[in-house]
């Protein structure tokens, strides 16, 4: 039941966040617009300031500008990042498995929009992978397995605007992934690990088998020029206004 209480709140919690960014957006905008119009009247003074302002709001707003268009691609990242995560490569026979790159899907819309943007999508696809194949054990294991685990996949978006910024954000997004598993693993699953090894260095094993798996499969598709070329077209079609 306190589980359930959890999910309610977690799918609230997400909703308000949504929404609170997309209000930041539209106040900006009708401030912005509001503004341009007050100052028509002194056109060479004017011209100054509105280009400070922004250039300001592309620097400090641009990753909280929540769109129809953001909220399409990410809604179609996480359906077909879900899709692929019940498509097994190989399952270990200890446990995880590797799926057909539905890691890297997850990090596109960091890639693509940037962080906040990249961690409240990771953190939906969490939310569904709980509901739809749940194991919990305690709340807090729920924090990290799913919404924190998951979540961290969008730490693509620390590196959308730089070079490589593909691959260096999946790397970010599967170790912050990695990391959080491993803590709730060491904490909640300790019991589990194998005979003559230390908890710790279990599940960071453990979780590093099929993370790291599928980390590589992926990064040998990305070597292929065509592959990184598609995703780069992807991208510009995602951002352009």
Known sequence: MLCKILLVVLFLALLAAASAFAGTRYRSGKNRNSGAEHNSETENSSETQNTSKAKSASGTGRSFQLTA???????????????????????????????????????????????????????????????????????????????????????????????????????????????????????????????????LPYTFAYNGCYIFAEAAITYLLLAIPYVRKTFARVKQIAVQP
């Open 69 to 199: 268009r953001k909220l399409t691609f990410c809604a179609i990242a996480i359906a077909l990042g879900t899709v692929l995560s019940n498509v097994k490569l190989y399952s270990f026979p200890f446990g995880g498995s590797v799926t057909l790159l539905s890691m890297l899907i997850i990090c596109l819309p960091g890639y693509w929009f940037g962080l906040e943007t990249g961690l409240i999508t990771g953190m939906a696809y969490g939310v569904l992978q709980l509901i739809i194949d749940p194991y919990v054990i305690h709340p807090v294991q729920l924090l990290m397995d799913y919404v924190f685990a998951f979540g961290a996949l969008g730490l693509s978006g620390l590196f959308t605007d730089k070079k490589n910024g593909l691959l260096k954000g999946y790397c970010a997004g599967i170790l912050g992934r990695w990391l959080f598993t491993a803590l709730s693993g060491w904490i909640f699953f300790a019991e589990y690990a194998w005979e003559g090894w230390h908890p």
